[in-house]
């Protein structure tokens, strides 16, 4: 059974930092892209970040980037997230998925869409 488990949420202080953890079982995910997204409550889930399957081409949303930085380890098949700066904004429960496909190859973000696996999340918030 393929799963993906988050961890490394919390509560922090505006401009803190936090760092997410995304373990794979039942499945090695070396060949795939790896991403994390984020959905508040009431609202639709959010792309914030990929990683391909070597880990040298990465994407960004906007309201992330120079902030949050995204790598993977495929020797322990986990994927983490990087949260520096952190705004009340970022609050939301984070979950990382797998591409469905390996070895797909994107030139530009690659849709939510093409992602599943779905991990149960870890909540991020910010506040003071």
């Known amino acids: 059974q393929v799963q993906l488990v988050e961890s490394g949420g919390g509560l922090v202080q505006p401009g803190g930092s936090l760092r997410l953890s995304c373990v794979a079982s039942g499945r090695t995910f070396n060949n795939y892209y790896m991403g994390w997204f984020l959905q508040a409550p009431g609202k639709e889930r959010e792309f914030v970040a990929v990683?391909?399957?070597?880990?040298?081409?990465?994407y960004y949303a906007n309201s992330v980037r120079g902030r949050f930085t995204i790598s993977r380890d495929n020797a322990k098949n986990t994927v983490y997230l990087q949260m520096n700066s952190l705004k009340p904004e970022d609050t939301a429960n984070y979950y990382c998925?797998?591409?469905?496909?390996?070895?797909?190859?994107?030139?530009?973000?690659?849709?939510?869409?093409?992602?599943?696996?779905w991990g149960q999340g870890t909540q991020v918030t910010v506040s003071s």
């Open positions: 990683c391909s399957w070597g880990g040298s081409i990465k």
């Open positions: 998925a797998a591409d469905k496909l390996p070895l797909r190859q994107y030139s530009t973000t690659p849709p939510t869409g093409n992602f599943d696996f």
